[in-house]
Nanobody
Framework: QVQVVESGGGLVQSGGSLRLSCAAS????????MGWYRQAPGKERELVAT???????NYADSVKGRFTISRDYTKNTVALQMSSLNPEDTAVYYC?????????WGQGTQVTVSS
């Protein structure tokens, strides 16, 4: 089982920026997709951004132009640079790694944007 650990959440004012980082433990299987999801109170978990092993990036419409996902394939890490944050971005952010078809999740990191 691949372990996934996030870091970098916190409290930021509206219009500010935050950077989330995630590291996945080594695996004998290739990590296909890595990405970020979020879950706000009372809402379902939703995709924020993913990046495949080939480098294809997918973003939710709500974050396009504001968030940037990046991945280091040699270190099994993925980062999410978030800019122009607004209160609607407040949520627990989860890192995800798809390994041999299995979803591996981190414990989540809280991001709170104050107005």
């Amino acid at each position: 089982q691949v372990q996934v650990v996030e870091s970098g959440g916190g409290l930021v004012q509206s219009g500010g920026s935050l950077r989330l980082s995630c590291a996945a433990s080594e695996s004998r299987f290739v990590i296909n997709v890595m990405g970020w999801y979020r879950q706000a109170p009372g809402k379902e978990r939703e995709l924020v951004a993913t990046v495949s092993k080939s480098g294809y990036r997918n973003y939710a419409d709500s974050v396009k132009g504001r968030f940037t996902i990046s991945r280091d394939y040699t270190k099994n890490t993925v980062a999410l640079q978030m800019s122009s944050l607004n209160p609607e971005d407040t949520a627990v952010y989860y890192c995800n790694a798809v390994v041999a078809g299995i979803d591996c999740w981190g414990q989540g990191t809280q991001v709170t944007v104050s107005s």
